[in-house]
């Protein structure tokens, strides 16, 4: 089954900084890469994605990037703000596609 | 929209007891999903039911067992508590069978001593 390896697991910059956080994964037949946000006490909520014919797509500060070739996604977040700071999961769909598997996390911690 | 939906909020059990899960959406959604976060492990996949009337074991589902009562709900079973299952449980649905954007609920934090 899919595999998604999350890196770093910790991740600390200061206020206007860039922040990078890479995952890899194992299906080559992957199709669909989502990151998502969770902040203390809630839910995770999607904040980008990515389908694999695309190579990178944009939202603002942050911007997602695919190499199907080396299979791994990354996000991207410029010019952070301390409202950044949380915990960031990367995701791939399982073999059926029917479900997501997701990454160990990252904790952005962005210091004014 | 009230979203996605999860009772109860908070759960003490003693090793043992059993206790359902409960969550529900609103979107008409026909994809819910199960899900634990613990420190360092991130959220791992427990069950899923990719459609009304069918479910599917995920990554963890050893001492769980889930039912799609209808295309609103899906709940989480735990028959016979143990403490290595305190976590927190994320409900989530998807608009479609193949995987789209998954939207959670807010959480059970369940404590098992």
């Known amino acids: 089954g899919e595999n998604v390896e999350q890196h770093p697991s910790t991740l600390s910059v200061q206020e206007g900084d860039s922040a990078v956080i890479k995952c890899t994964y194992s299906?080559?037949?992957?199709?669909?890469f989502p990151w998502y946000k969770q902040e203390l006490g809630k839910g995770p909520q999607l904040i980008i994605d990515?389908?694999?014919?695309?190579g990178e797509k944009k939202d603002q500060r942050i911007a997602v990037t695919l190499n199907k070739t080396a299979k791994h996604f990354s996000l991207h977040i410029t010019e952070t703000q301390p409202e950044d700071s949380a915990v960031y999961f990367c995701a791939a769909p399982n073999q059926a596609g029917t479900a997501l598997i997701f990454g160990k996390g990252t904790t952005l911690s962005v210091s004014s | 929209n009230a979203g996605v939906t999860q009772t109860p909020k908070f759960q003490v059990l003693k090793t043992g007891q059993s206790m359902t899960l409960q969550c529900a959406q609103d979107m008409n959604h026909n994809s819910m999903y199960w899900y634990r976060q613990d420190p360092g492990m991130g959220l791992r996949l427990i069950y899923y039911s990719a459609s009304e009337g069918t479910t599917d074991k995920g990554e963890v589902p050893n001492g769980y067992n889930v039912s799609r009562l209808n295309k609103r709900e899906f709940s989480l079973r735990l028959e016979s508590a143990a403490p290595s299952q305190t976590s927190v449980y994320f409900c989530a649905s998807s608009g479609r069978q193949v995987v789209t954007e998954a939207f959670f609920g807010q959480g059970t934090r369940l404590t098992v001593v």
């Open positions: 990515i389908r694999s014919n695309v």
């Open positions: 299906d080559s037949a992957s199709n669909y």
